[in-house]
Every structure is written in structure tokens, then in C-alpha cells.
């Protein structure tokens, strides 16, 4: 059976560039601390792989600190944070991912509401900063499982005249829309390689020039003392071709991306009880949540898989152990958390996908 994979928000094939990269990076073994001419090559590609990944998001290449992924970055933002600013609150959205929830939750976070269509109250978050109290705003920049994206720009704006530090989860955005950190006002920004096409086991995360930071994982000097171990040079150099070929081609990605979405949308459209989620919010191109009140979520995406199409019905850091949606029952639709079922797609989709999905989906709610 031919397969269609349409769950790139959960993780991309890797670009055939990082690959081929990757390949000659087997024979670079170094360790990149080391002064010898070994050690000095793994550095060079280390230090080529910083710049251009600093160069991509419109920073200096000091401000960028190499983590194992994601969760690593952002756990290093909001604990490293924290420890410095103990006296001070965490504020995080309602939608943000488990790797921010559960850390905000350790941390004492308070939440900031979202609208029924999963974007951060704005007046909330005034209201909250005004009490003086706040050290720390974490919102991502476009949500996992809907693809619905924040008032980042705002946010920070807000957080920036209150003197507050604001951090942003960027994961799904980096290497599928332009991003670059200052225009974002963004204080510290997070993403992890494997999202974009990129190898799984390497991530980012950019720190302000001035913004002080304690070291979650303590021992060598590496990362500008911010990130002990010795780096995977492998992954990193992997990471950085990756990003690079997803800028390289992301007009045409995010073109066929948003027409991907269209035809979704229009199919969802003449199907009976089957709804799109978050549907008058603004939206990555590559994402969106379908809601199936008369079925499981769980059982819609077994379905759709024995059709040849692979779904998932939320963040892939939840939904190996089924659960209910949490991104959901903030948006006021508690009934609908267990009910949805997420699609993405990327850079080797293809827009006749779109069709084999809707088949399959038709097969399995009996629509």
C-alpha cells in the first residue's frame, strides 16, 4: 500500500541537503573543544553552522546557543530564567506544548487565557503586567495542533514597555515562514531542526545580547557556559543545511502549503459532521485541526492509517499516549478535546495528498 504522510507538525522527513551533509559530516569526529586539527574542523562546522543559522533569523551568531531540540530550549529559557528571577511570576498562554505547560506548571506559571479561536487574550496579558509582578511571558508563535497563529509582534511590544522578558516557542514557524527574532521582539526564541526537515536531536535557542541565563546542564564551557557537553556536530550541521534549503525554498513550500490547506478546507466544507478548528483565526499554512464529534479522535487516525494515510490527533509529544486536547477546552469547546484530529503537511507533500486524505477521511466517518 502506497502511504501518504500528512503529520509533518509532528516531525519532517529529512531534506535530501541535510542528508547529503550529514553523509560527509560521518568522517568530521572530532570533539569541537579540541585544539587539534581534528578538533578544529568539527569547530569549523560548528561555527559555520551557528552563523548560518544566526544569519537566517537576523541575529548576531553569539546569541545563538545549539540544544539537543525543542523541549531542551525551551525548558532552558523558563527554568534558566526562573532561577536567576525566583521572586518573579511566569505567565504562559492556556495552548502553549506540553514541553511549556508541564515546565510552567513545575515553575508555578499562571496562564494566560485564549478566544474561542485559540489566540491569546491581549487585554489579559495588560491587566497581568500591570500588577508589576510578571518576570516572564512564554507564548508561542503558532500553535501545534491548529495551527493558529499569535499577536507575537504585540506581545512583546506589551511585554517590552512593562520591562518584561518575553520568550516564544517557535517551532512550528521557523523554516515555514520568515522569521526573524528582532522584528518579532522576542527576547528568546526556540525551535527544534526536525520540524522543517532537519534531523531529530538538535535545536535552537536565541537569547538576547544582555539577557542573563543559568546553565540547566553545568560542566565544560561549551555554548558560551549556557549549554555544557559536547556538541552533536552531526545533527547541528544537519540542522543548519536544512534551514537554509527551507529558506531557500519556502515560496514555493508555503504556496503549495496554503493551497494544500484550500483544497482541505472546501473538501472539510461539503463533508457533514466533520468542522475545522480555530477556522477564523490566522494559520500557518501547513496545519489544520479537524473536529469529529460523532467519532474519537483516536479512532479516526487508526482509521485513517489502515487507509495509508498517517494523522495524528495532536502533538506527537501527547498523542502516543491518547489524551484529550488541552489547546481545545481552552477555546471553550471541552467537548470537542477528544474528538480532533490534526493534518500538516510540508516540503516533499504533494496537493494530490490533499485528495487521498479526503478519500480516506470519507471512508472512515462514513461521510
Known amino acids: ?61 553569539e546569541r545563538v546557543v545549539f540544544t539537543s531540540g525543542g523541549t531542551e530550549a525551551n525548558n532552558i529559557a523558563l527554568r534558566g530564567f526562573k532561577n536567576l528571577s525566583s521572586s518573579k511570576t511566569l505567565l ?9 505547560r508541564n515546565t510552567g506548571k513545575a515553575l508555578g506559571a499562571g496562564e494566560l487565557a485564549v478566544d474561542e479561536t485559540g489566540v491569546v487574550k491581549l487585554d489579559t496579558l495588560q491587566d497581568e503586567l500591570a500588577k508589576g509582578h510578571v518576570g516572564l511571558v512564554s507564548v508561542m508563535h503558532a500553535n501545534n495542533e491548529n495551527g493558529v497563529i499569535q499577536p507575537v509582534e504585540e506581545i512583546a511590544r506589551l511585554c517590552r514597555a512593562a520591562g518584561v522578558v518575553f520568550h516564544t516557542d517557535a517551532v512550528q ?15 528568546m526564541l526556540s525551535f527544534a531542526a526536525h520540524k522543517f526537515g532537519g534531523p531529530k536531536g538538535a535545536g535552537v535557542l536565541v537569547l538576547k545580547n544582555e539577557l542573563e541565563m543559568q546553565a540547566l546542564i553545568t560542566g565544560g564551557a561549551q555554548e558560551r557556559n549556557r549549554r555544557a557537553g559536547t556538541e552533536n556536530v552531526l545533527a547541528i550541521g544537519g540542522m543548519a543545511t536544512a534551514l537554509q534549503a527551507a529558506v531557500e525554498h519556502m515560496h514555493a513550500e508555503r504556496a503549495l502549503a ?5 483544497a482541505l478546507e472546501a473538501g472539510v466544507a461539503g463533508m457533514t459532521g466533520v468542522h475545522l478548528a480555530g477556522a477564523e ?5 501547513h496545519v489544520r485541526q479537524l473536529l469529529i464529534p460523532a467519532m474519537k479522535g ?3 487516525v487508526i482509521g485513517m492509517d489502515m487507509r495509508g494515510v498517517a494523522v495524528s490527533q495532536g502533538s506527537a509529544c501527547g498523542s502516543g499516549r491518547v489524551k484529550e486536547s488541552h489547546v481545545l477546552s481552552a477555546m471553550g469547546l471541552q467537548d470537542m478535546a477528544g ?16 485528495d487521498v ?11
Open 258 to 262: 496554503e493551497a494544500m490547506a484550500s
Open 339 to 354: 474528538h480532533a484530529v490534526r493534518m500538516s503537511w510540508g516540503w516533499d507533500s504533494r496537493l494530490a495528498d490533499i
Open 173 to 187: 514557524t521557523v523554516g515555514h515562514i520568515p522569521v526573524d527574532v528582532d522584528e518579532l521582539g522576542a527576547d
Open 1 to 61: 500500500m502506497e502511504r501518504t504522510y500528512l503529520d509533518y507538525a509532528a516531525t519532517a522527513p529529512l531534506r535530501p541537503e541535510a542528508k547529503a551533509h550529514m553523509m560527509e559530516l560521518l568522517d568530521v569526529f572530532g570533539n569541537p573543544s579540541s585544539i587539534h586539527a581534528e578538533g578544529q574542523l568539527a569547530r569549523n562546522v560548528l561555527d559555520a553552522s551557528r552563523r548560518a543559522v544566526a544569519d537566517i533569523l537576523g541575529v548576531r551568531a
Open 298 to 300: 483516536d479512532d479516526v
Open 281 to 285: 483565526a490566522v494559520k500557518l499554512g
Open 92 to 100: 504562559i498562554s492556556s495552548v502553549e506544548h506540553d514541553c511549556v
Open 357 to 367: 486524505a479526503l478519500e480516506a477521511l470519507a471512508g472512515v466517518v462514513g461521510r
